[in-house]
């Protein structure tokens, strides 16, 4: 897809998320319209395993670590992630709980749709 010289930085930025390449730029006008961003402090859980969520983040600044935990709460770390990164796309596309939990790593700022 072409972005025009005019378009929102936010919105070029949504662009880059592979679930949304193939929207067209009103499409993604649009979706911008419905982010908040939203500043987590470091060591916030921002989505708990288990849970029901129908919202997509995507890093604006900061990092967070995506991680599972077992029967006996020990955890396993599945991905770090950093400025740019997204987590939670799966929500968009199906209702079940999450299937893991997300941790901030330091103050982030964090685009949450």
């Known amino acids: 897809m072409s972005i025009s010289p005019s378009t929102p930085l936010a919105v070029v930025h949504l662009s880059s998320v592979p679930l949304f390449a193939n929207l067209n730029e009103n499409a993604l006008c649009a979706l911008e319209q419905c982010r908040v961003n939203r500043?987590?402090?470091?060591?916030s859980i921002i989505v708990h395993e288990g849970d029901?969520?129908?919202?997509?983040?995507?890093?604006?600044?900061?990092?967070?670590r995506i991680y599972v935990s077992n029967e006996e709460g020990k955890e396993a770390v599945i991905n770090d992630l950093g400025s740019g990164d997204y987590f939670g796309e799966f929500s968009l596309l199906d209702s079940e709980e999450r299937s893991a939990s997300v941790i901030t790593l330091e103050k982030s700022l964090i685009s949450v749709i």
């Open 52 to 64: 029901l969520s129908d919202a997509f983040y995507l890093i604006q600044n900061g990092s967070a």
């Open 39 to 43: 500043t987590f402090s470091k060591n």
